[in-house]
């Protein structure tokens, strides 16, 4: 068959951009590794910046966001068992929204279907061929057989692991990364979260987050060793280490359970240039991963995104390639700017054993300085609710 665009990838990243696309007029089809089953039960972070709000909007998609969703108009932060609260509304004027991923991704595949999106779902041994050509075509396998799709772009929207980013040639590719010494044990359990905003908190014994997904659905973190086993943490010890690390009242106000999802999430920075090669452009995990910190991997995909669809319409509008040529360096500018801010939340509330006594009187003082000074505060919430796109 033919087609305007090949989407790898059926996770966010490549849902919106197939929606996107064609509610332009840009045909487009998704191939995705996993079954649809899989990819919706996957879960994952969901803060929602205000610009990846609208773009969710302008995709036709936002409407059980904006029922459903819990706005946020600012995060606390504790330090040493005090909490602070950096107010985005005040500071900035904007907000978050908290959302999950695993509910966008369910609104993207409705949105598909209502549509007629083309989606093959369970495509094996996908890859690209051509991509310096005029005429790329990508192959896959489905049941035993072999197909192949012609098409004017290839979008690599399939992840760290993907095929897309091993067809930019290694003489041409680089990649910047840092492993961090620590993983992040995440439960989710269903019982009311501990308080109405997300608490970030820096201990000496290591991270914490209290975050949600709605009323009944808590979402928590902490820092661990790198090298955990998930069998050495049952739930009575998560939530016994967890209490120790959160703030007095909050630990007071918690709701104990069992786990119904418990995972480790290694931490890294990663990012790979240029994001493009020929006629194959990168969105997504595809080209950065970030530590969840900041809460900028999904906002960060979807920028990308808009980038990227914003390039293929013009081009298919009025036949330029200004904006398809511009690609890398446009999304690196946010995507350069998202690490740094990812990178300076994990260094600011993260304990690193290798910066000792030193480092962490340092991370007090960063605490400290952040819990009074309104233009840190400022810098803070620009970065999180989203710079512009």
């Not at 051509?130 to 929207?157: I, M, N, Q, W």
């Not at 910066?355 to 962490?360: D, I, K, R, T, Y």
Request: charged share 25%.
């Amino acid at each position: 068959m033919r087609t305007q665009v090949v989407i790898i990838g059926g996770g966010p990243a490549g849902l919106l951009l197939s929606q996107l696309l064609q509610l332009n007029g840009v045909d487009n089809l998704i191939l995705e590794r996993k079954s649809r089953e899989y990819v919706m039960a996957r879960i994952r972070a969901g803060v929602i910046e205000e610009g990846s709000a609208q773009l969710l909007r302008s995709a036709e998609v936002g409407d059980r966001m904006d029922a459903e969703g819990f706005v946020h108009h600012g995060v606390n932060i504790s330090t040493a068992g005090r909490m602070f609260h950096v107010d985005f509304r005040d500071l900035v004027g904007q907000s978050v929204i908290i959302y999950g991923q695993t509910e966008i991704t369910k609104d993207l595949y409705e949105a598909r279907d209502r549509m007629g999106g083309l989606i093959v779902d369970e495509a094996d041994n996908v890859q690209p061929h051509g991509l310096e050509s005029e005429r790329p075509y990508v192959t896959y396998e489905k049941d035993g057989s072999e197909h192949r799709v012609d098409c004017d772009f290839v979008a690599g929207c399939d992840g760290f692991h993907g095929v897309s980013r091993q067809c930019i040639p290694g003489d041409l590719l680089q990649t910047f990364e840092r492993d961090y010494p620590f993983g992040w044990l995440g439960v989710l359990s269903e019982t009311p979260p501990v308080n109405d905003e997300l608490i970030y908190c820096g201990h000496d014994r290591g991270f914490a987050l209290c975050s949600m997904r709605n009323e009944m659905l808590s979402r928590y973190y902490l820092q661990v060793p790198v090298e955990t086993e998930l069998s050495d943490w049952p739930d009575g010890r998560f939530w016994e280490e967890l209490q120790r690390r959160i703030p007095p009242e909050a630990a007071e106000r918690l709701v104990t359970g069992p786990s119904v999802e418990k995972s480790i999430a290694p931490i890294r920075s990663f990012v790979a240039e240029p994001m493009q090669f020929g006629r194959l452009f990168l969105a997504g995990d595809a080209a950065h991963i970030m530590p969840p910190t900041g809460a900028k991997g999904l906002n960060l995909a979807f920028s990308d995104v808009h980038y990227l669809s914003s390039a293929v319409i013009e081009h298919y509008k009025n036949g330029t390639w200004e904006f398809l040529d511009a690609y890398t360096e446009t999304a690196l500018r946010r995507v350069w700017k998202a690490i740094r801010f990812s990178w300076w939340m994990t260094s600011m509330l993260h304990v690193f054993p290798e910066n000792g006594s030193f480092g962490l009187r340092i991370q007090h003082a960063e605490l400290d300085y952040l819990s009074v000074s309104a233009a840190a505060q400022t810098a803070m919430a620009e970065n999180y609710v989203g710079l512009p796109l």
